[in-house]
């Protein structure tokens, strides 16, 4: 069955480093690759998509990369701050369905 | 980004009574909603998918006659939960999707906090 995993249940960096953020995907190949932000007790806040047919997408701090061949998707945030704790969640959808499968999630902690 | 909204966002019910909640999207028509629920440290899981006009379509394990969702309009879709157990203490969390062929992001609502006593 389809499985996406993001192999840190959390993450502790210093303010001011760049963040990096694991995805990765068996038995799968998604069309897209999306990932979200989530506050405590809050919804997932889109942040940003990539499509397979491309490599790299930026927005603002964040960049997303998506390699196909490794079936891996890397979540960046660069100059990280206090405000950038949160759980990070990467979610994947085929071509052609808009359903998400979502992974469990990274818990960002960004010490000031 | 678009918003969408949820009510109520906590709710505490006895066990074998119904709870209604409400997802609205308040800018932008929805063809598309969907629910999920999330347990403590859990990934989202989907529970269903809702087109205006039609049918919801479950997920494999989701009982429908237990939870029942109506997406009347474009821009509102009601999650029922009818005799609410205390497994059932959950947060759902509605997502809505315009299916213009062009934007595949789901915009979230905050969420409702069930809780089955």
């Known amino acids: 069955s389809q499985k996406i995993e993001q192999n840190s249940e959390a993450l502790n960096i210093q303010e001011g480093k760049t963040a990096t953020l694991t995805c990765n995907y068996t038995?799968?190949?998604?069309?897209?690759l999306q990932w979200y932000r989530q506050d405590p007790g809050r919804g997932p806040v889109f942040l940003l998509l990539?499509?397979?047919?491309?490599k790299e997408k930026r927005k603002e701090r964040l960049k997303v990369t998506f390699d196909t061949t490794l079936k891996q998707s890397l979540f960046h945030i660069t100059a990280s701050q206090p405000a950038d704790s949160a759980t990070y969640l990467c979610?994947?959808?085929?071509?052609?369905?808009?359903?998400?499968?979502f992974g469990k999630g990274t818990k960002l902690s960004v010490i000031p | 980004g678009a918003v969408v909204s949820q009510h109520p966002s906590r709710v505490i019910c006895k066990s074998g009574t119904s709870v209604k909640i409400e997802c609205r999207s308040l800018?932008?028509?929805?063809?598309?909603m969907f629910w999920y629920r999330q347990f403590p440290k859990q990934s989202l899981m989907l529970m269903a998918t809702?087109?205006?006009?039609?049918?919801?379509?479950?997920e494999q394990g989701v009982e429908k006659d237990k939870f029942l969702i109506n997406h009347a309009s474009l821009t509102l879709s009601t999650l029922t939960v009818t005799s609410a157990h205390p497994e059932d203490s959950s947060f759902y969390i509605c997502?809505?999707?315009?299916?213009?062929?062009?934007?595949?992001?789901?915009?979230f609502g905050p969420g409702t906090r069930l809780t089955v006593t």
């Open positions: 997502s809505a999707f315009s299916g213009d062929g062009r934007h595949y992001e789901q915009y």
């Open positions: 038995n799968y190949s998604p069309a897209y």
């Open positions: 990539i499509r397979e047919n491309e």
């Open positions: 979610a994947c959808s085929g071509a052609g369905s808009y359903q998400l499968t």
């Open positions: 800018d932008f028509q929805a063809t598309t």
């Open positions: 809702s087109n205006e006009g039609s049918k919801a379509t479950y």
